[in-house]
Nanobody, 127 residues
Framework: QVQLVESGGGLVQAGGSLRLSCAAS????????MGWFRQAPGKEREFVAA????????YYADSVNGRFTISRDNAANTVYLQMNSLKPEDTAVYYC????????????????????WGQGTQVTVSS
C-alpha cells in the first residue's frame, strides 16, 4: 500500500502562483509514475501532469503546458506541482496519484489506471 497526502492548495488571484506538494509513504518503491489530476465542480476528473519516478520524464496536459511544472524529490518521496500564471479555469480540487504500471502516459486519461490517490486539495483562482 501507498499513502499520499497533498498540501499547498489555497486561494490566489489570477496570474498568481501556488505550489502543491504530495508526500508518499508506504511501499513507494512500487511507484512508476506520480501524477496530478484535477476535478472542477460538475466536470470530469482530468489529467494535469505526470512524472516518472525513475529518470524524471515529465508529461503535461495541453491546458497547463508552459505554466505548470511537475518535479520530484525521491529522497523525500515527494512530488511537487508548481503552478504559475494561474487562471480562473484552473480552479478545482487537485489530486495526487501513483501508478505502479510502466505504461505510456495518455494525456486524455481520467486516471483509472492509477492505483493510489490522495484526499485532494482545493485550488481557487479568483478573477
Amino acid at each position: 500500500q501507498v499513502q499520499l497526502v497533498e498540501s499547498g492548495g489555497g486561494l490566489v488571484q489570477a496570474g498568481g502562483s501556488l505550489r502543491l506538494s504530495c508526500a508518499a509513504s508506504g511501499r513507494t518503491f512500487s511507484i512508476y509514475y506520480m501524477g496530478w489530476f484535477r476535478q472542477a465542480p460538475g466536470k470530469e476528473r482530468e489529467f494535469v501532469a505526470a512524472i516518472r519516478r525513475s529518470g524524471g520524464s515529465t508529461y503535461y496536459a495541453d491546458s497547463v503546458n508552459g505554466r505548470f511544472t511537475i518535479s520530484r524529490d525521491n529522497a523525500a518521496n515527494t512530488v511537487y506541482l508548481q503552478m504559475n500564471s494561474l487562471k480562473p479555469e484552473d480552479t478545482a480540487v487537485y489530486y495526487c496519484a501513483a501508478d505502479r504500471q510502466p505504461l505510456p502516459v495518455i494525456p486524455t486519461t481520467t486516471g483509472s489506471e492509477y492505483d493510489y490517490w490522495g484526499q485532494g486539495t482545493q485550488v481557487t483562482v479568483s478573477s
